[in-house]
């Protein structure tokens, strides 16, 4: 238990920097259909850290009435450095729950949602909820392809930057708790590096 309090100070002095998003409900009637797919790699600058990151997610289950495809097969990751290329944090996925593509101005967006591990210099710290999403400008001359990531500790969702483990039930999305608030949030434009999405 100390090691783990341990483990949250020194993370949360690196990352701490709230931004909030809302959770939506939906529904369970899961149907088997073509999933879209979408991966990237490469890097962006958030407060004046660099932020590694690589990810590939296809298939899974479609949901045709909330449009997120589910159980896919998925690998995201996010490496935070500090300009020396020394790495501070290690955000990697350990189980992703559903993911979903969509059309916007400009180009298109895929948001990833899951558990993930948190690997730090003294530790690993597990079961963290993440929501990724990447934006492919799709070549558009005017736009530029981003990346943001946020991420829940456990805790219970009554507490800023924490996510309710417990209640939790894949096969149930209404049952995912979080709070309004992340425990971290990053998020910039590629410096380098390339996002490709498919909708279908």
Known sequence: ??????????LSLLLLSPTAFAL???????????????SGRGWFVFN???HNFAFSVQEGTLNETDNWSYAP????????????GDRLIQIKSARVWRYKTDQ??????????GVANVYTAIGVLRGWWFRAVAKDAGGVDTGVDSFSISLWRTGGA???????????????PGS??????????ALGRLRGGT???QVT
């Open 176 to 185: 995912l708790r979080l709070n309004p608030t992340p425990f971290y949030t």
């Open 24 to 38: 939506t409900d939906t529904t369970n009637s899961l149907e088997t259909s073509n999933s879209p797919s979408a």
């Open 48 to 50: 004046g850290r660099r």
């Open 158 to 172: 009554k507490n800023i930057g924490c996510w309710t483990t417990r209640m939790f039930d894949p096969e149930h």
């Open 1 to 10: 238990m100390k090691k783990t309090a341990i483990l949250i100070s020194v």
């Open 73 to 84: 097969n998925c690998n995201l990751s996010v490496t935070i450095l500090n300009f020396k």
């Open 195 to 197: 996002i490709e999405i």
């Open 104 to 113: 916007m101005e400009g180009g298109s967006r895929v948001v990833i949602v």
